[in-house]
């Protein structure tokens, strides 16, 4: 894990560009400011865009960023996301979050997920305790890559933390983390796995050829291997391949033993490599009084084109 706490100056560089960013793109939108991003983020402090080159050289797992500005003022924590999208809460975070992630790679997102917006909220939502989406809170969110349904998934998913009053942990394994056994990643590494599109994405029908494709868990270079799995909806391509089955729940138990906690302090964000982490989170108690965890989600990759060949446009928001 890489952490770069930042400097009081370099927070107040910060402030200055967004509160840039607001006079000369406002009124806030992500979609509309996203295409610009990245040349406004050229004036972030040097730290921050060497910590990223860097992070992306190395491809560092975690990458925290620690100290970033909050709003004095900032919004009780909404009650789901569709009303953060109705009130435009913790707009300024959002383009902390914009800015930073910019330099990193580049904001897409998915037209059946929270509206098709760049900027995701993550809070409890009432009726949601218990599903498989962000706005999840009794139940816990299980170990997944990011979009792991499809090939167009993000490279990093950026996460900034604006309240996290008691402490609820964002579960991490990393990829190198994982002691397996030569024949279990010897399964792992054939094609005989279907992804399925989780609950955030409503409509899986709008994926079904992703889902349909076989793919591996375990690929890419055998001194970092890559992953791609989630343990609610990833299965055996196969139902009557049982070893196949068997290897999914053989790695869970090797997953949960590598598993990690990080703690989201307010101004922090991660940055996880949704190839070489999966991830979830700790239950928790939701209270729906505003004081609840807040955070916001960006979907990064490296490169846009791939978002272009998929949404056969310039459009980032793959429908
Ligand atoms: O709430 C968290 O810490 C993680 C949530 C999550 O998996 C996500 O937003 O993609
Ligand atoms: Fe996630």
Redesign the pocket.
Known sequence: MRRLVLEPNERRQIEWLVDEVLVEYGPWDPAQFVPHARTVAESLPIRVRQFFRKVQADETDLAVLSGLPLSRDLEPTPTGWDIAEKTGVGGREEVVLTLCSAVLGEPFAWGDQQNGRMVHDVCPAPGKELSET?GSSTAP?SL?T?DAFHQCRCDY?ALSCLRNPDRIATTVVRADRIALPARLAAILSERRFHHRPDQSHIGPQGHASEAADRDAILFGPPESRYLRIDFDDTCAADPDDHVAQEAIKELYTYVCDAQEKVVLEPGDAIFLDNYRVV??REPFQPRYDGTDRWLKRVNLIRDIRRVFLTTESRSRVIE
Do not use: D
Request: without cysteine; aromatic residues 0%; proline residues 0%.
């Open positions: 962000s969110l997944h990011e998913v991830h979830g």
